[in-house]
């Protein structure tokens, strides 16, 4: 079933004088499940694709559909609910609140939904113990590796369970092993949760881990074979549904 | 404004950046004191001179005289004005004070007769001694709590004013504004003790009406009585003769209120720098709770919320100390007999922490609507 629709996808913008158009007539079909991976050079328009599916962002031409609905058209506060409740974003800084531990981290999303004290703990403790960070609830952004940091924020893209896991460089600030633990993390979110998984990369080794991979080049797509998928050991098992 | 479950992220943002967040709170107490301090001050003199219909009181003075020490009534003219339709009572009082001018420390003398003390106080408490040893006494003196409070009068204590030595009978609460600060003796003590005309001349009359709707026409009519005399009078409601002789302090009072404005200009400075620091320091983080799903009037609310915190915060600790210096220290500023009370009440109190809630919201509305407009992807293109 496809849960990503973009016709003629367009966006442009003004820089001073010069009109900047870093996605020209995109056309892309997304299957409901599907691992994306994003490459391309800078500028190419990967992360502007990536914010247009999340919601962030707001084409200026063709159509941009997800899960049947027309995100273009909604209001700016209809966009806030349509984002918190379909999308989970992971950026490559992980962009925790410092001030917040990693369980209210966690928790963030979940404030904006009707759900009591203990609704929100056990969705919380879920997401942590998935993500394998539980032990660390009570620590502060500060006091945690950058490894740990991603998980913490990928605990909190998961927790209110969207359909759609975006992931903006998700690596780019991880030392190898950190970044394969993350990339094997996110693997298993898509294969065993069935979240659909773009993830914008300049690391072919991370692509290498998507089921598709697309190329853009000045904004406009270029598909390539999709690779053999590495190997996911199942150390912890994840369960369908487990974060809901 | 808020749920409740966002209370605790305001409150760690507050935090965030304690020093700067603790130097804004201790710049909106002071303001907020001084703030109150005025507001307590304008209070004062809106009690002491404020009329009403209900007022039944008013005050028979010497003709274009404004001081105790130059108005002069022969006291036989209480026959006269007892006669005046609309009178139900009259008592002569003479008028000692040690400071004609305003003071914040000023001794004032009643005298009255006797028999009069137990009418005028009717709506007393007395909080130590009795009036039994008052009218038992010819030198003592019924003393008010303000007076005796900053003074430290006890009964038994005796003391020198004005060249007037009395011994403290007791110590009185009035819900009268004029009462709290002076001291109560008998009068014909008095007029033999101050001179200033000596036995048979007092200061003013007060008088109270039956009908007090009909005051203005009982005044009026008292002044008629005595047009043509060697000593023609002025009869007013007891507030606006406060106002009258207070003239000075209420123009000084009146002028107040720009300081305190000055107090809430700078606390709406203090706390909107904060809230502006606070929110530049934080557009990623903003773009990343809206790209959570946090809705632009939400973050624009936890913004103004920020605000709020800190202006109560720092409004409740001025307005406490404002309060509690009010409060023990018993201000009055006394002109020519008249006391206006400094009276930091429950109204004033909460006035002082409704304002510091409303320029805490001022304070974050411009930044709270500036971090709601802001488009999500320019935010992350910024950084």
């Known amino acids: 079933m496809t849960i990503i629709e973009c016709t003629r996808l367009t966006k442009a913008y003004q820089k001073g004088d010069n009109t900047i158009t870093p996605l020209h007539e995109l056309d892309l079909l997304v299957e409901q499940g599907d691992f994306l991976a994003l490459m391309g050079p800078s500028g190419s328009g990967k992360t502007t694709l990536l914010n247009l599916i999340a919601g962030i962002d707001r084409p200026t031409g063709g159509s941009l559909k997800i899960g049947g609905v027309d995100i273009a058209k909604l209001s700016r506060g209809r966009l806030a609910d349509w984002r918190s409740a379909n999308v989970g974003y992971v950026f490559q800084l992980y962009n925790l609140v410092p001030v917040l531990t990693a369980y209210e981290n966690v928790e963030l999303p979940l404030l904006l939904h009707r759900l009591t004290r203990n609704e929100r703990h056990a969705r919380v403790q879920t997401a942590l113990n998935l993500v394998g960070i539980a032990d660390r609830h009570d620590h502060f952004p500060r006091q945690l590796s950058g490894g740990q940091e991603q998980r913490v924020a990928i605990a909190r893209a998961i927790v209110t369970n969207p359909a759609i896991l975006v992931a903006d460089e998700p690596t780019g600030d991880l030392d190898a092993e950190s970044a394969h633990t993350i990339m094997l993390l996110l693997t298993r979110l898509n294969r065993e949760l069935g979240k659909t998984l773009l993830v914008v990369t300049h690391d072919s080794k991370c692509a290498a881990f998507a089921g598709r991979t697309l190329h853009l080049e000045k904004g406009r797509l270029i598909e390539a074979k999709p690779p053999a998928p590495p190997a996911v050991p199942h150390a912890v098992p994840l369960s369908a549904g487990a974060a809901a | 404004m808020i749920a409740r479950r966002f209370i605790p992220i305001v409150l760690k943002q507050v935090w965030r950046h304690r020093t700067r967040s603790l130097l804004t709170i201790a710049g909106v107490t002071v303001a907020m004191f001084l703030f109150i301090a005025v507001q307590a001050l304008q209070r004062g003199v809106q009690k002491a001179t404020t009329t009403s219909a209900a007022d039944q009181t008013l005050v028979v003075y010497r003709q274009n005289r404004f001081c105790p020490a130059t108005s002069r009534l022969p006291e ?308």
């Open chain 2, 76 to 383: 036989f003219y209480m026959d006269r004005i007892a006669k005046v339709p609309g009178v139900a009572s009259v008592t002569p009082m003479k008028i000692v004070v040690n400071n004609c001018r305003a003071s914040l420390d000023v001794i004032t003398f009643r005298g009255v007769p006797g028999d009069d003390l137990r009418a005028i106080s009717g709506k007393w408490t007395i909080l130590s001694g009795s009036l039994d040893i008052w009218t038992a006494r010819s030198d003592s003196a019924a003393v008010g709590e303000r007076l005796a409070a900053r003074r430290g009068f006890k009964v038994g204590d005796s003391f020198d004013s004005s060249g007037v030595t009395v011994s403290v009978a007791a110590i009185f609460a009035s819900p009268e504004p004029q009462d709290q600060n002076v001291a109560y003796t008998h009068l014909a003590f008095l007029q033999r003790a101050a001179g200033g005309g000596g036995p048979g001349v007092v200061t003013q009359f007060t008088v109270t009406v039956d009908d007090p709707p009909r005051a203005h026409e009982v005044a009026t009519a008292i002044d008629d009585l005595f047009r043509t005399d060697a000593d023609p009078t002025s009869t007013k409601p007891e507030k606006a003769f406060v106002a009258q002789a207070g003239q000075d302090i209420v123009e000084i009072v009146g002028f107040t209120r720009y300081l305190g404005w000055g107090c809430l200009a700078a606390v709406l400075a203090l706390v909107a720098n904060a809230i502006v620091l606070g929110v530049q320091d934080r557009i990623k983080e903003h773009a990343v709770l809206q790209t959570i799903g946090f809705r632009s009037g939400l973050i624009a609310r936890l913004i103004v919320a920020e605000g709020i915190v800190i202006g109560l915060v720092g409004g409740s600790l001025g307005t406490l100390a404002a309060a509690a210096m009010v409060h023990f220290g018993r201000f009055s500023i006394s002109a020519e007999g008249m006391s206006v009370n400094v009276t930091a009440d429950a109204r004033v109190m909460l006035t002082g922490l409704a304002v510091a809630a409303s320029v805490g919201v001022l304070a974050g509305l411009v930044p709270a609507w500036q971090a709601s407009r802001r488009e999500i992807a320019q935010c992350f293109r910024a950084i």
